[in-house]
């Protein structure tokens, strides 16, 4: 074969030779690129199952302070609508000692027998109740917070950090009941106090659930001093 023949075969056979490596490696370059965006998935969602478990097992021990930080920060808003209503009853005039005890006596001035009117006494319940009622339902929509540094427990962290919204979501049950109490008020004198205790259900929303508490707060309404032995008797009409 002439020299100037081998030479162009060669050349030749040099070229199909690039030709088919380059387009194997076009070839096989989209195939290698798979491997390595399958892998960056799987990181990226092993980090997120991770980061979800953590907040989770984190949530589920702090779940328990909140709840109780929240029933807390529940019970002092409830008890101060309690406590409002009836110093407003007080001050207008409604809740005075005389309008629903009647105090009888003997001849010689004794007092022998203490009578309620439990009328009034069921008129006055009822409206302490509804009252009581209103004023709480007009709070449903108030957010409290509860700072998350409070919910770890230490006491670096108190005031700090970010607000967890608590809201108290309904109330039910408002109940009204009269306590008689009787105390010692120097020689020969009794002091008769009446306060009233009220109770209220309610159920409080905080972040992942509810929880439930009942709230009572006794007031004292009317009192008197009774000269003299305290009587045995303590009768309704």
């Given amino acids: 074969m002439p020299s100037h023949t081998m030479r162009r075969f060669k050349v030749w056979a040099a070229m199909n030779l690039l030709r088919v490596g380059y387009g194997s490696r076009r070839r096989r370059a989209p195939g290698g690129s798979r ?39 529940a019970r002092e808003y409830v008890i101060r609508v309690m406590n409002g209503v009836v110093e407003e009853e007080i001050t207008s005039g409604g809740l005075v000692y005389n309008e629903f005890v009647t105090l009888e006596k003997n001849t010689s001035g004794s007092v022998t027998a203490l009578i309620t009117d439990m009328a009034k006494v ?25 700072y998350m540094g409070d919910a770890l427990g230490a006491a670096f962290f108190t005031w ?27 020689i020969n004198q009794t002091r008769h106090k009446i306060a009233l205790t009220i109770t209220t259900d309610i159920v409080i929303l905080i972040p992942g659930g509810r929880t439930t508490a009942t709230v009572t707060s006794t007031v004292p309404i009317a009192e008197t001093v009774i000269v003299g032995n305290v009587p045995n008797i303590y009768a309704t009409p």
Avoid at 57 to 66: D, H, N
């Fill in 35 to 73: 491997p390595a965006a399958v892998r960056a998935g799987i990181i990226v969602l092993v980090l997120a199952l991770l980061i979800t478990v953590a907040l989770n097992i984190f949530y589920a021990r702090v779940k328990p302070v909140i709840e109780a930080l929240a029933i807390v920060e």
């Fill in 122 to 146: 069921n008129v006055l319940q009822a409206r302490i109740s509804t009252l009581v009622a209103t004023n709480i339902v007009n709070m449903l929509n108030k957010d409290m917070r509860i």
């Fill in 160 to 186: 700090r950090g970010p607000k967890i919204p608590v809201r108290m979501e309904s109330v039910a049950n408002v109940t009204t009941q009269f306590v008689n109490d009787f105390e010692s008020s120097g």
